[in-house]
C-alpha cells in the first residue's frame, strides 16, 4: 500500500538553528499538507500546498516557516529559527485531488525537539 | 468556518462490550467527515469517512460512524470492543463551502480493559 514517508524521524536542534523535515508524498496525490501536534495532543494545521504554491496557511505558518517541493518527489518543511515552542511532532499528509471528499494520508512524523 | 468537539477526552469500556467515540461538528456548506486512529509515537491513520449517502458508513478494524445531520454529529462506534484499540481517536471535518483545510478534534483516548 502506497505511503508518505518522512526524514528524519527524530531530530534534536538547538534554539535559532534552521531545521528542515523532508516528506515524500504518495505518488499519484496532488495536494500536500504539514500538521503539527505538540506533546500527543491537538492535530493542527498548518499549511496546505498546490501547483507548488501555498494554497492555504494558519496562523501558526509565520514568516519563520516555508514549504518547497524541490524535485518531483520531495515536498519539505523549513523552520528558519527554531524555537522552543516549535517542539512538537510534525506530519506530512497528502490527499489525490481537490474534492473536499478526499482522503488525507499521513506520514508517520517527524519529532522536532528544540533545546 | 468550521469546527469539530470531541467532547470525551477519555472513554473506558471493557473488552467485549460496545464502544462509541463522540464527535459534534460545525460548517457552512456540506461537511465531509473523517475518523483517523493514532498509536503511541505514531502517524494517524485513516479509519473511514462520510462524504455522503449512506448515514451509516464502515471502515477499518470493525469501525463504523453514523452521520447525524440534524444533530451534526458524526460518533464512532464498534459492536465489541478489544485491547487493541486502545489508542488515540480524531474526529476531522472538512467544509464543502471552502478551502483544503482539514479541521481536527483534540483527540479520545480510548481505554479497553481485558
Known amino acids: 500500500e502506497p505511503e508518505v514517508t518522512q526524514t528524519p524521524s527524530h531530530q534534536v536542534t538547538q534554539m535559532g538553528q534552521e531545521v528542515i523535515l523532508r516528506c515524500v508524498p504518495i505518488s499519484n496525490h496532488l495536494y500536500f499538507y504539514w500538521y503539527r501536534q505538540i506533546l500527543g495532543q491537538k492535530v493542527e494545521f498548518l499549511v496546505s500546498?498546490?501547483?507548488?504554491?501555498?494554497?492555504?496557511k494558519s496562523e501558526i505558518f509565520d514568516d519563520q516557516f516555508s514549504v518547497e517541493r524541490p524535485d518531483g518527489s520531495n515536498f519539505t518543511l523549513k523552520i528558519r529559527s527554531t524555537k522552543l515552542e516549535d517542539s512538537a511532532m510534525y506530519f506530512c499528509?497528502?490527499?489525490?485531488?481537490?474534492?473536499?471528499?478526499?482522503?488525507?494520508?499521513f506520514g508517520e512524523g517527524s519529532w522536532l525537539t528544540v533545546v | 468556518a468550521q469546527s469539530v468537539a470531541q467532547p470525551e477526552d477519555q472513554v473506558n469500556v471493557a473488552e467485549g462490550n460496545p464502544l462509541t467515540v463522540k464527535c459534534t461538528y460545525s460548517?457552512?456548506?456540506?461537511?465531509?467527515l473523517f475518523w483517523y486512529v493514532q498509536y503511541p509515537n505514531r502517524g494517524l491513520q485513516f479509519l473511514l469517512k462520510y462524504i455522503t449517502g449512506d448515514n451509516l458508513v464502515k471502515g477499518s478494524y470493525g469501525f463504523e460512524a453514523e452521520f447525524n445531520k440534524s444533530q451534526t454529529s458524526f460518533h464512532l462506534k464498534k459492536p465489541s470492543a478489544l485491547v487493541s484499540d486502545s489508542a488515540l481517536y480524531f474526529c476531522?471535518?472538512?467544509?464543502?463551502?471552502?478551502?483544503?483545510?482539514?479541521?481536527f478534534g483534540a483527540g479520545t483516548r480510548l481505554f479497553v480493559k481485558a
Open positions: 500546498f498546490y501547483n507548488n504554491e501555498i494554497s492555504e
Open positions: 499528509a497528502s490527499s489525490e485531488g481537490q474534492l473536499s471528499g478526499n482522503t488525507i494520508y
Open positions: 476531522a471535518v472538512r467544509d464543502s463551502a471552502g478551502g483544503f483545510k482539514t479541521i
Open positions: 460548517v457552512s456548506g456540506n461537511p465531509y
